[in-house]
Every structure is written in structure tokens, then in C-alpha cells.
Nanobody, 124 residues
Framework: QVQLVESGGGLVQAGGSLRLSCAAS????????MGWFRQAPGKEREFVLA????????YYADSVKGRFTISRDNARNTVYLQMNSLKPEDTAVYYC?????????????????WGQGTQVTVSS
């Protein structure tokens, strides 16, 4: 199994940028498709981005297309979420996850291993 630890969250003004990191241990991260999800207070956890295991295909939520990107550093065993042009509605706890179940990339139920989350707050 793999352990995931997110970092890089914080408070940023609207229009600003943040880069979240998801450091993995226990298994090589390149053996999993990886995803980022977020959960705002009172809302369900929602899909943000995912990267295929081969790192050749990225899946985006419409709300972040053109603003967020996902990348992977195999040497550091880390996945990144680069967030630009942040909006107040991006405020949430962000989670990275490793996908092991067959099926779409958008459902949290397809992912087995989760980090503890990191808070992102965007002020207007």
C-alpha cells in the first residue's frame, strides 16, 4: 500500500497561485493513476484533476480547466497540483488519492489510498 501526505495549502488572495504537493511512501507513485479532490464545508468531495498511470493523460473538472495542472516527479515520488488564477470558490480541503479500482477517474470510490488533506483558502 502507499501512504500519501499533502502539503502546500494556505491562504491566498483571489487571482493568486499555490502549488500543492503530495508525497508518497511505501510504493512507487508511478504505479498508480493519481487524483486530486477537494471538499468544501457542507459539500461532497469533488473531483479536481487526475493523471493516468503513464502520465500521458490528464482528466480535468470543468471548473478548473485552464487554471490547474497536475504533474508527477518520479524521482521525488511526489505529485503536484499547480493552481493558478484562484477564486474564492476554490476554497476547500484538497486531497490527493491513488486510484486502484477499475473505472472512471472522477469518482472518489475508484480511489483507495488518500492523504489527510491540506486546507486552501482563497480570499476575495
Amino acid at each position: 500500500q502507499v501512504q500519501l501526505v499533502e502539503s502546500g495549502g494556505g491562504l491566498v488572495q483571489a487571482g493568486g497561485s499555490l502549488r500543492l504537493s503530495c508525497a508518497a511512501s511505501g510504493r512507487t507513485i508511478s504505479t498508480y493513476p493519481m487524483g486530486w479532490f477537494r471538499q468544501a464545508p457542507g459539500k461532497e468531495r469533488e473531483f479536481v484533476l487526475a493523471l493516468s498511470m503513464s502520465a500521458t493523460t490528464t482528466y480535468y473538472a470543468d471548473s478548473v480547466k485552464g487554471r490547474f495542472t497536475i504533474s508527477r516527479d518520479n524521482a521525488r515520488n511526489t505529485v503536484y497540483l499547480q493552481m493558478n488564477s484562484l477564486k474564492p470558490e476554490d476554497t476547500a480541503v484538497y486531497y490527493c488519492a491513488a486510484k486502484i479500482y477499475v473505472g472512471d477517474y472522477y469518482s472518489p470510490s475508484r480511489y483507495k489510498y488518500w492523504g489527510q488533506g491540506t486546507q486552501v483558502t482563497v480570499s476575495s
